[in-house]
């Protein structure tokens, strides 16, 4: 399994901006394909963007659309979201996953076996 550490959550105003990394080690985190979840207090955890090995193909949930941005450096194992005009709903615990089973961007949890802590994302309004 790949080992993934969250960073670069915080407390941020409406309509802010934060840039979440995921850092890897153990395999190499390039040859995955990589997704971010959130999970708010009494929530279920929920996708929010996918992006293949290459990065050549992305997936985001609707109501990301437009605000956020994955990506990815591979020379740096390394897998970020760049999130813009958030909102008081998009606080959350974030997490990086990856997926070992296919090259494809998806939405399920199942098709991630390898977890981060999270890192905490507050947006006050």
């Known amino acids: 399994q790949v080992q993934l550490v969250e960073s670069g959550g915080g407390l941020v105003q409406a309509g802010g901006s934060l840039r979440l990394s995921c850092a890897a080690s153990?395999?190499?985190?390039?040859?995955?394909?990589a997704g971010w979840f959130r999970q708010a207090p009494g929530k279920e955890r929920e996708f929010v963007a996918a992006?293949?090995?290459?990065?050549?193909?992305?997936l985001y949930v609707d109501f990301v659309k437009g605000r956020f941005t994955i990506s990815r450096d591979n020379a740096k194992n390394m897998v970020f979201l760049q999130m813009t005009s958030l909102k008081p709903e998009d606080t959350a615990v974030y997490y990086c996953?990856?997926?070992?089973?296919?090259?494809?961007?998806?939405?399920?949890?199942?098709?991630?076996?390898?977890w981060g802590q999270g890192t905490q994302v507050t947006v006050s309004s």
């Open positions: 992006i293949t090995s290459s990065g050549g193909a992305t």
């Open positions: 153990g395999r190499t985190l390039g040859q995955y394909a």
């Open positions: 996953a990856s997926n070992p089973y296919s090259d494809i961007v998806s939405k399920k949890l199942a098709s991630y076996d390898s």
